[in-house]
C-alpha cells in the first residue's frame, strides 16, 4: 500500500460544477495535509493546508479532513477552466520535522 | 521575493556523464529538500537537509547520487555516472519551520540523460 493514495484521473466536470478530489493515506499519526496544483511543466505551488478535523474553507476551495478514516478531500467550487491541473495531496510524516510524501497526483480537466 | 532558485533549468546529457543540479533557496529558509518527478513514480522526496545537515537521505536511489549542502544559501545534487533512467524532473523546494509546513518549489531541472 502506498503512504498516500489519490485517483489519477483525469477527473473531467463542467465549467461552474462543483470538482471533488480524494485522498487516503496509510501513517494513522500523520498530522498536517496539504493540496499542491502543478500546471503542466510548471512546479507545485500550495493550495490549502488542513491540520484539523473538518472543513477548511478559502475562496473557491474547500479542504475537509476525517484523521479516523485516514481521508483527505479537496472541493472546488464554481470550477474554472483555469483550474485545470494536476492536484497532488501531500502529508507531512513527522510532527516535529518537514517529511512530505506526495500522492500521485489526480488531473482534472474543467472543460467550458 | 526571490523564490527559490534552480540551475540548469534544462540539461542534456549522454549516458556516463556527471550531471551537477544546483538550487539556492530562499533566504532565511531552515529547510531544503531535493525531490524527482516522473510521470511513473510521482514526486519522491530524494533527500532533505535542516540548517544545513542531511536528515534523511532513504530516497536516494542509490550511490551515484550524492547532495551536499555547503551553506544556507546553496546545495547541490549530483549524479555520477548518469544513466537514462535519471531522466526526470528534479525540483528543489525550501521551507521555514515556522511558517507552518509550507514548502515553496523552484522552477525544476529538466533531466534528459541519453
Known amino acids: 500500500q502506498k503512504e498516500v493514495e489519490q485517483n489519477s484521473g483525469p477527473l473531467s466536470v463542467p465549467e461552474g460544477a462543483i470538482a471533488s478530489l480524494n485522498c487516503t493515506y496509510s501513517?494513522?499519526?500523520?498530522?498536517?495535509f496539504f493540496w499542491y496544483r502543478q500546471y503542466s511543466g510548471k512546479s507545485p505551488e500550495l493550495i490549502m493546508s488542513?491540520?484539523?478535523?473538518g472543513d477548511k474553507e478559502d475562496g473557491r476551495f474547500t479542504a475537509q479532513l476525517n484523521k479516523a478514516s485516514q481521508y483527505v478531500s479537496l472541493l472546488i467550487r464554481d470550477s474554472q477552466p483555469s483550474d485545470s491541473a494536476t492536484y497532488l495531496c501531500?502529508?507531512?510524516?513527522?510532527?516535529?520535522?518537514?517529511?512530505?510524501?506526495f500522492g500521485p497526483g489526480t488531473r482534472l480537466s474543467v472543460l467550458p | 521575493d526571490a523564490g527559490v532558485i534552480q540551475s540548469p533549468r534544462h540539461e542534456v546529457t549522454e549516458m556516463g556523464q556527471e550531471v551537477t543540479l544546483r538550487c539556492k533557496p530562499i533566504?532565511?529558509?531552515?529547510?531544503l529538500f531535493w525531490y524527482r518527478q516522473t510521470m511513473m513514480r510521482g514526486l519522491e522526496l530524494l533527500i532533505y537537509?535542516?540548517?544545513?545537515?542531511?536528515?534523511?537521505d532513504s530516497g536516494m536511489p542509490e550511490d551515484r547520487f550524492s547532495a551536499k549542502m555547503p551553506n544556507a544559501s546553496f546545495s547541490t545534487l549530483k549524479i555520477q555516472p548518469s544513466e537514462p533512467r535519471d531522466s526526470a524532473v528534479y525540483f528543489c523546494?525550501?521551507?521555514?519551520?515556522?511558517?507552518?509546513?509550507?514548502?515553496?518549489f523552484g522552477e525544476g531541472s529538466w533531466l534528459t540523460v541519453v
Open positions: 523546494a525550501s521551507s521555514f519551520e515556522s511558517s507552518g509546513n509550507t514548502i515553496y
Open positions: 501513517d494513522r499519526g500523520s498530522q498536517s
Open positions: 488542513i491540520y484539523s478535523n
Open positions: 501531500a502529508v507531512n510524516r513527522d510532527n516535529y520535522g518537514q517529511n512530505f510524501v
Open positions: 533566504s532565511g529558509h531552515d529547510y
Open positions: 537537509f535542516n540548517n544545513n545537515v542531511p536528515i534523511d
